[in-house]
C-alpha cells in the first residue's frame, strides 16, 4: 500500500512539472501575415511603433497563406498593432490588451466574417 501512495505521488508530481514545462514554453501571443491575394503589395505592420514586418508580402498558393509568423512576448497592458499596405493605401489600426490575446491574425485581403484586415483573438490559432 505504502508502494501504491508512493507511485501515485511521484506521477503527479511528474504530471505537474511537465505542464509547467508546456504552459512555459507556450507563446503568449501569436502574430501572423496571410496573403491569399494574388498580389504583392508592400505592407508595414508595427505592434507600438516596434516593426514586426516591413516589405513585399508575397503571394502563396498554400492554405492556409501565411507567409509571416512571428511569436510575440509584449508587457501586460493595453498595445496597437497597425498594419500599412503602401500599396493600395490601405491603414488599419486596432488596440488590444495583451493579456487577454493569444492570437493576432493581420490579411491583406479583410477577413470575410469581421470585415477587417487585423483580427485580434482570445484563443490560440495555430495557422499552420
Do not use: W
Not at 505592434?47 to 509568423?69: C, K, L, N
Not at 498593432?81 to 488590444?96: L, V, Y
Amino acid at each position: 500500500m505504502r508502494h501504491i501512495s508512493l507511485f501515485v505521488l511521484l506521477g503527479t508530481v511528474l504530471s505537474l512539472a511537465s505542464c509547467s514545462r508546456e504552459q512555459a514554453s507556450e507563446p503568449k501571443l501569436v502574430l501572423f501575415i496571410e496573403n491569399g491575394y494574388k498580389d504583392s503589395p508592400e505592407i508595414r505592420v508595427t505592434v507600438d511603433e516596434s516593426v514586426i514586418f516591413d516589405g513585399v508580402a508575397q503571394p502563396t498558393s498554400m492554405r492556409p497563406a501565411v507567409i509571416f509568423e512571428k511569436r510575440l512576448d509584449l508587457s501586460p497592458g493595453q498595445h496597437t498593432i497597425r498594419f500599412e499596405d503602401r500599396t493600395r493605401g490601405i491603414t488599419e489600426s486596432k488596440t488590444f490588451d495583451s493579456s487577454a490575446t493569444r492570437t493576432i491574425r493581420v490579411g491583406i485581403q479583410k477577413h470575410v466574417l469581421i470585415n477587417e484586415h487585423i483580427g485580434v483573438y482570445e484563443e490560440v490559432i495555430h495557422p499552420k
